[in-house]
């Protein structure tokens, strides 16, 4: 049953898991998209292992990103929404952290599959977005295979395309990880850019309850 369970949640097809409700904690934005630039930025906001430039177009989706950006996406639990899917986690702030004011610690539940992901109710043409860049720290074995995707199509015709993220320098060593992958690759494992209705998901098996990974810095560029 569990490997059942852990391909179900990778494919996000027709019979996604219930997504559990709707989790928001941690999104505090700031009113400004540029709060590490320009002539004042926020001394408290670290501006990540890049840092935005002036003139770059970065999106933001509504979570797990707090510095610049030329374009956000903002959850709105309506049309917007990041969910936990089955509650097989759950997510608290945490000071270690590359970007921003904070990281969010992902905690596992003890199930024997997790994941969670950011979904729209429309979907959304991707072709300007070129990568994904996100930021992950963790020690614990529940996260050495740890699959980062994307979907598109709404449902019953959803349909994920995770990728494996040791090929782009993933490992639960205990050190900051900075990733950055094509979208090309998503559209490569079937994703159909001009129909995204989900920019990030995340699965791993499952693990002892209490297990976590730090995340930080998701955003995408469009080089």
Not at 117 to 124: C, D, E, L, Y
Request: net charge negative; proline share 7%; aromatic share 10%.
């Amino acid at each position: 049953m569990k490997t059942s369970a852990w391909g179900l949640l990778l494919l996000l097809a027709a019979c996604r898991p219930d997504p559990g409700p709707a989790d928001y904690s941690g999104q505090e934005l700031p009113d400004d998209l540029d709060p590490d630039g320009g002539t004042n930025p926020d001394p408290q906001l670290l501006p990540g292992p890049f840092p935005f430039e002036a003139g770059q177009r970065r999106l933001m989706v509504g979570i797990f990103y707090e510095a610049g950006r030329s374009e956000e996406v903002v959850l709105d639990n309506v049309d917007t929404n990041f969910y936990l899917y089955d509650n097989t986690v759950y997510v608290e702030s945490d000071p270690d952290h590359v970007e921003g004011k904070s990281a969010d610690r992902i905690v596992q539940n003890g199930k024997p599959w997790m994941g969670f992901g950011v979904h729209w109710k429309q979907t959304r043409n991707f072709d300007a977005w070129k990568t994904l860049h996100v930021s992950m720290k963790s020690s614990d074995a529940a996260f050495a295979n740890v699959k980062l995707g994307m979907s598109s199509g709404l449902a019953p015709n959803e349909k994920g395309a995770p990728l494996v993220v040791t090929k782009y320098g993933w490992a639960n060593d205990g050190e900051w990880h900075h990733l950055a992958i094509p979208v090309a690759d998503f559209v490569a494992a079937g994703l159909k850019l001009n129909d995204v209705s989900s920019p990030f998901t995340f699965a791993a098996e499952g693990g002892t309850a209490g297990q976590s990974l730090l995340l930080d810095n998701l955003y995408f560029t469009a080089n």
